[in-house]
């Protein structure tokens, strides 16, 4: 099921059974889910508090017993009740649990009066889904009993509409160049970018500007250069050239140096390499997370991009970083070298 099939089910009201949210983009699962909860137990109903369960686990944490006595609690005065489950890290549970978990949902499925609305989100980086063709066991047995919602990253025109709204509440207009400017220095997701907009737009307002301009921007973005280099990296690995080149040109206005810039790319993809070995050893990501010195979230999201590549691959990759350096090391021209790199030439 696609947020978008979501979305209208809720136009129409239909909101039934148990749902799982997961995938990239956490700002959506949170607003879709207050949506679902506005329709189940309302706002303003002084009985609402009473319907509403709210239980969040963080990384290992897992509470049946809770879970379970919710599931069996008759709604209060309405037609139905929500329990609403947050996993910092679903995949920090051990598979006995995860396989308990699935149990106890499989068993309410079975005995459905209709009176339970559920939602499970998985935190983006916190739970592998595997791949279309091979699904992780656990999305495989949650499309059995659950209605199982993926939260992609929105496209780059919505989320530059989004954008603008944003700023439009500062009362500023955003151009749509200004809007992938920030969408290539940031990424795609909606809480960094929130965050982002807040600042540029109450700096632009402060200038008495009435456009947001790429000046606005630079001068107040957050983001870190692995950030940037991962990004770009991921650009390539993708096969996305005209967003890689995006990224790049971004760097090149800014006059960063080009060998810097390389050194960063590079890093990244020896770190997606060793991702890739330990992938091909069946050692999980809290191996490599801890063996890398990397936090978890950091460690999913380089998990989740070395499984779009072999050893080989990688291994390329590293050896035109190498030649790149050479090109430019030996006045070949700056970014001319990147460019090649980005391009495949």
């Known amino acids: ?16 059974g148990m749902y799982f949210f997961w995938g990239d983009e956490d700002y959506m699962k949170n607003h879709r889910a207050a949506e679902i909860k506005k329709l189940v137990v309302g706002e303003d109903d002084s009985f609402a508090s009473f319907n509403s369960f709210d239980f969040t686990f963080g990384d290992g944490e897992l509470d049946l017993g809770a879970l379970n006595d919710a599931l069996l609690a008759p709604p209060m005065m309405m037609a139905q009740k929500l329990i609403t489950v947050s996993f910092a890290a679903l995949d920090s549970l051990k598979e006995k649990e995860k396989t308990a978990l699935l149990e106890l949902l499989s068993e309410h499925a079975e005995n459905d009066y209709g009176d339970t609305v ?6 983006s980086g916190g739970f592998d889904p595997g791949t279309a063709k091979r699904p992780s066991p656990f999305l495989a047995a949650a499309g059995k009993i659950m209605k199982c919602v993926e939260f992609a990253y929105q496209s780059d025109s919505r989320l530059v509409r989004w954008m603008s709204r944003h700023f439009g509440e500062y009362g500023l207009e955003l151009p749509g160049e200004v809007g992938q400017i920030i969408i290539s220095a940031c990424g795609k997701s909606m809480y960094r970018l929130i965050g982002e907009i807040g600042k540029i737009g109450a700096y632009a307002a402060a200038q008495g500007a009435k456009t947001v301009s790429p000046d606005h921007v630079y001068a107040c973005i957050s983001r870190t250069e692995e950030d940037d280099a991962f990004r770009l990296a991921n650009c390539i690995l993708e096969g996305n050239t005209g967003e890689a ?3 790049l040109n971004t760097k090149m206005r800014k006059k960063e140096d080009p060998i810097f810039v390389l050194s960063q790319i590079t890093k990244v993809f020896a770190d ?3 991702a890739a070995a330990f992938i091909a050893d069946g ?3 809290a191996d490599y997370a801890k063996s890398m010195k990397m936090n978890e979230y950091r460690a999913g999201l380089y998990y989740r991009a070395a499984k779009m590549a072999d050893l080989k691959y990688f291994a390329r990759a590293i050896e035109r970083c190498c030649e790149a350096d050479r090109q430019i090391k030996s006045g070949v021209g700056g970014y001319i070298a990147i460019e090649r790199l980005v391009c495949g030439k």
Not at 118 to 123: E, N
């Open 118 to 123: 559920l939602i499970i989100k998985a935190t």
């Open 245 to 247: 080149l995006k990224c």
């Open 283 to 285: 050692r999980d990501k």
């Open 272 to 274: 997606l390499s060793a």
């Open 1 to 16: 099921m696609t947020e978008n099939e979501l979305s209208i089910e809720l136009k129409n009201g239909n909101v039934s």
